[in-house]
């Protein structure tokens, strides 16, 4: 898979990357639902540690992370992580309407990682970087909406955990499973599914 991009046109959408952005963010949005249940019966055995459960919110994050590796162009991550907390909600999430605020803010924690990058890297370390900026947004929510008690060395550990977690799972897991996608074919008609590095 190559690691970078030239000549691509970064603003221009083409109708494929319409459709599997989209395809993205469904599929993703009734694994949050399965994952929503996971978490219900993981979060209060994880408790003892107050900031122990943040190593179950990399998979919130892998839509954003995934998208941008197979569009590679801005907004890609936005789209499918809104649309993946939208259809959730849809699905009955727990956490409510609250859910989609925080996949616009997951998405644009991603646009960040694949921004610093101008675009043009696509590879583990593109993947890893939008994963941790995905991992900070999320973090500067949890904190503040949910966590404002937790003392300094809790909102550090806290910080840590969810970075960590979205690096695994959002950015190695998602890195791994667009390489997958890409030798099955199933992504040749992007730049990820035409060469491979």
């Known amino acids: 898979m190559p690691s970078t991009t030239t000549g691509v046109q970064l603003t221009r959408w083409r109708t494929v990357d319409i459709v599997v952005t989209a395809i993205l963010g469904v599929a993703f949005g009734v694994v949050f639902w399965a994952w929503n249940l996971f978490y219900g019966v993981a979060q209060p055995a994880l408790t003892f540690i107050p900031a122990a459960f943040a190593v179950l919110n990399g998979v919130f994050l892998m839509p954003g992370v995934i998208a941008g590796l197979v569009i590679r162009k801005p907004g890609a991550a936005l789209f499918a992580s809104t649309l993946a907390a939208t259809v959730s ?9 609250i859910i989609v605020v925080y996949g616009l803010v997951q998405g644009l924690g991603a646009e960040i990682g694949f921004a610093l990058t101008r675009y043009r890297r696509f590879g583990l370390g593109a993947a890893l970087l939008a994963a941790a900026t995905a991992g900070l947004s999320t ?10 008690e937790f003392s300094t060395g809790d909102r550090v550990a806290y910080g840590a955990l969810t970075v960590l977690s979205s690096a695994l799972l959002a950015g190695v897991g998602g ?12 992504l040749s008609s992007f730049p990820v599914g035409q060469r491979r590095v």
């Not at 973090?139 to 404002?148: C, E, G, K, W």
């Open 89 to 97: 909600l849809l699905l009955g999430s727990p956490f409510g309407g």
């Open 139 to 148: 973090t500067i929510m949890d904190l503040s909406l949910y966590y404002p």
């Open 175 to 186: 890195w791994l499973l667009v390489r997958a996608l890409a030798a099955s074919g199933a």
